[in-house]
């Protein structure tokens, strides 16, 4: 009797010991081959990192012309951003007498860290860009209307962590130029009304950046907002699939019909109309029963591929030519970094990161429109684009309409000729300072390049409305002024300002120190 149980025992593990490789791959991936669209969807539904997309994606979505994969590209300089941050903070350390050195030893000693502080640099600096980029994309198609309010705030609070990242990270190599670009950036900081200097006090941790500001800055860049950056992010995907995914146009949309009709026979004008064609490979079945409505109440199901291998293949090869791209970029040019912070001896210009020199710019004219007014008026009225302009027609589309393509273009040619305009007046003149010299504060913020351009803006916001009757053309006409004046006075912070912020064109050398 004991023979044979132990002769069944030995049968059984030897038995188990022979499907030990079948049973490890298939308790690992729980597939066959992907030869049928239910096998497609499982492995979306049962992989931890695919998961997060969705099954299947309307045609619409995989258009790289609509999209420009600008939000992946975001996401892809995120992770890559987290990759060489962590192995950054091996070598990093957050003391004064040491950050410097240490970047130093990362160029000359730490075998490819040089490499590896270029592609972080560049990332940072890309990243920015590409999210900027991402919600313009997001304005010009109309994809922030709803159910996609929520979404478009959270993508501008996104927005908002990104330069948080970015310029918590500028510190950290104590260097001239990250010294003096933090003492502007706080400085900036400072000018909000009530609590500007006590929030200047808590960044830097005193009145002066050093040692407590090196340490909050490191804290901040490497622990908090990047936990905040991933909650927010996981909102904001979360969002796009609770929405319906990207945002396309009514005519993509297939109309829902009958799951029993004949097409044919439902087309008006007697042609063949593909709706919900039969395929014997695809079931229905109830799962669960919730209370409201989904995104896909009266659209059908077709027009849609799924996400295995449309959607993950294209998502794999953007990623491996973004890394690639920020690797030859980070190959070629080097993340710039000057001499040991000196306290004693600033920089001459003292700039702030490029981000952030439009509103220098604004601030060297006003320092509470450049400093308070602008900067708050711009988030405000971030925060409301998708509760002011709400209508259906054009969203999915770039630029709405052909007409709002020309009023686009006419409002770029007008803000930059009315900027140049303002900016040479205030120039020859001097400023209103040079004709009354005793003229009020309220009139110097009133009276400056700044000030005007935002009047012109509303101006030419409600002409735009009363000509063509159109909130979105007006809006989109409006927008693409703030995008230039932004860009426009970005160009001159960071290339057409030099010594004491006076005004050189780029052929114009600087005067020696």
Same mark, same amino acid.
């Given at each position: 009797?004991?023979?044979?149980?132990?002769?069944?025992?030995?049968?059984?593990?030897?038995?188990?010991?022979?499907?030990?490789?079948?049973?490890?791959?298939?308790?690992?991936?729980?597939?066959?081959?992907?030869?049928t669209?239910?096998?497609?969807?499982?492995v979306?539904?049962?992989?931890?990192?695919?998961?997060?997309?969705?099954?299947?994606?309307?045609r619409?979505?995989?258009?790289?012309?609509?999209?420009?994969?600008?939000?992946?590209?975001?996401?892809?300089l995120?992770?890559?951003?987290?990759?060489?941050?962590?192995?950054?903070?091996?070598?990093?350390?957050?003391?004064v007498?040491?950050?410097?050195?240490?970047?130093?030893?990362?160029?000359?000693?730490?075998s490819?860290?040089?490499l590896?502080?270029?592609?972080?640099?560049w990332?940072?600096?890309g %990243?920015?860009?590409? +999210?900027?980029?991402? %919600?313009?994309?997001?304005?010009?198609?109309?994809?922030?209307? *709803? *159910?996609?309010?929520f979404?478009?705030?959270?993508?501008?609070?996104?927005?908002?962590l990104?330069?948080?990242?970015s310029?918590?990270?500028?510190?950290?190599?104590?260097?001239?130029?990250?010294?003096?670009? =933090?003492t502007?950036?706080?400085?900036?900081?400072a000018?909000?009304?009530?609590?500007?200097?006590?929030?200047?006090?808590?960044?830097?941790?005193?009145?002066?950046?050093?040692?407590?500001a090196?340490?909050?800055?490191?804290?901040?860049?490497?622990?908090?907002?990047?936990?905040?950056?991933?909650?927010?992010?996981?909102v904001h995907f979360?969002?796009?699939?609770?929405?319906?995914?990207?945002?396309?146009?009514?005519?993509?949309?297939?109309?829902?019909?009958?799951?029993?009709?004949?097409?044919?026979?439902?087309?008006?004008?007697?042609?063949s109309?593909?709706?919900?064609?039969?395929?014997?490979?695809?079931?229905?079945?109830?799962?669960?029963?919730?209370?409201?409505?989904?995104?896909?109440?009266?659209?059908?199901?077709?027009?849609?591929?799924?996400a295995?291998?449309?959607?993950?293949?294209?998502?794999?090869t953007?990623?491996?030519?973004?890394?690639?791209?920020?690797?030859? +970029?980070?190959?070629?040019?080097?993340? *710039?970094?000057?001499?040991?912070?000196? *306290?004693?001896?600033?920089?001459?210009?003292?700039k702030?990161?490029?981000?952030?020199?439009?509103?220098?710019?604004?601030v060297?004219?006003s320092?509470?429109?450049g400093?308070?007014?602008?900067?708050?008026?711009?988030?405000?009225?971030?925060?409301? =684009?998708?509760?002011?302009?709400?209508?259906?027609?054009?969203?999915?589309?770039?630029?709405?309409?052909?007409?709002?393509?020309?009023?686009?273009?006419?409002?770029?040619?007008?803000?930059?000729?009315? =900027?140049?305009?303002?900016?040479?007046?205030?120039?020859?003149?001097?400023?209103?300072?040079?004709?009354?010299?005793?003229?009020?504060?309220?009139?110097?913020?009133?009276?400056?390049?700044?000030?005007?351009?935002?009047?012109?803006?509303?101006?030419?916001?409600?002409i735009?409305?009363?000509?063509?009757?159109?909130?979105?053309?007006?809006?989109?006409?409006?927008?693409?002024?703030?995008?230039?004046?932004?860009?426009l006075?970005?160009?001159i912070?960071?290339?057409?300002?030099?010594?004491?912020?006076?005004?050189?064109?780029?052929?114009?050398?600087?005067?020696?120190?």
């Amino acid at each position: 009797m004991g023979n044979r149980k132990s002769h069944g025992m030995m049968q059984e593990f030897w038995r188990n010991a022979r499907a030990l490789p079948g049973n490890v791959w298939r308790s690992t991936i729980r597939h066959g081959p992907l030869d049928t669209d239910l096998d497609r969807a499982e492995v979306m539904n049962q992989n931890f990192f695919l998961h997060i997309l969705p099954v299947s994606v309307h045609r619409n979505t995989l258009r790289f012309s609509y999209s420009l994969g600008l939000g992946a590209i975001a996401f892809i300089l995120f992770l890559i951003l987290i990759g060489t941050g962590i192995i950054l903070m091996f070598y990093y350390v957050p003391a004064v007498d040491q950050a410097y050195p240490r970047m130093k030893d990362l160029e000359f000693v730490v075998s490819n860290g040089k490499l590896l502080r270029n592609l972080h640099r560049w990332a940072a600096h890309g %990243m920015v860009a590409v +999210v900027f980029l991402h %919600m313009c994309r997001v304005f010009y198609t109309g994809s922030f209307r *709803p *159910p996609r309010e929520f979404n478009w705030v959270v993508g501008v609070v996104l927005f908002f962590l990104t330069l948080g990242l970015s310029f918590t990270g500028y510190l950290l190599p104590w260097d001239q130029l990250a010294f003096w670009a =933090i003492t502007v950036g706080t400085n900036i900081v400072a000018y909000l009304p009530g609590v500007g200097k006590q929030l200047r006090f808590l960044l830097l941790g005193g009145n002066e950046v050093g040692q407590e500001a090196l340490i909050r800055f490191y804290v901040l860049h490497i622990a908090i907002l990047p936990v905040l950056a991933l909650i927010v992010l996981g909102v904001h995907f979360w969002r796009i699939r609770k929405d319906g995914g990207l945002s396309r146009p009514e005519e993509a949309e297939s109309p829902l019909v009958s799951m029993t009709a004949t097409p044919a026979s439902r087309d008006p004008a007697g042609g063949s109309l593909q709706i919900f064609p039969a395929d014997p490979r695809k079931t229905y079945g109830l799962m669960e029963l919730v209370k409201g409505r989904t995104p896909m109440v009266d659209r059908g199901p077709e027009d849609t591929l799924t996400a295995w291998p449309h959607l993950v293949f294209r998502l794999f090869t953007l990623s491996l030519l973004t890394l690639v791209i920020f690797l030859i +970029v980070s190959l070629f040019f080097d993340a *710039p970094l000057k001499e040991l912070a000196n *306290p004693n001896f600033p920089e001459n210009p003292a700039k702030a990161p490029w981000y952030f020199l439009g509103l220098q710019e604004l601030v060297s004219y006003s320092a509470f429109m450049g400093g308070v007014f602008i900067p708050t008026l711009t988030v405000v009225a971030l925060m409301l =684009i998708p509760y002011i302009d709400r209508g259906p027609a054009g969203t999915g589309v770039w630029f709405h309409s052909r007409r709002a393509r020309k009023i686009a273009l006419l409002s770029a040619i007008l803000t930059t000729a009315v =900027i140049w305009l303002l900016l040479f007046a205030n120039m020859r003149t001097g400023g209103v300072r040079r004709f009354y010299p005793d003229s009020p504060q309220w009139l110097i913020d009133l009276l400056n390049p700044g000030t005007l351009t935002v009047l012109y803006l509303v101006v030419f916001f409600f002409i735009a409305g009363y000509l063509t009757d159109s909130l979105r053309e007006a809006s989109i006409g409006l927008f693409t002024g703030f995008l230039i004046g932004f860009t426009l006075f970005t160009v001159i912070g960071v290339f057409l300002r030099g010594p004491n912020w006076e005004f050189y064109w780029f052929w114009q050398s600087w005067p020696a120190p």
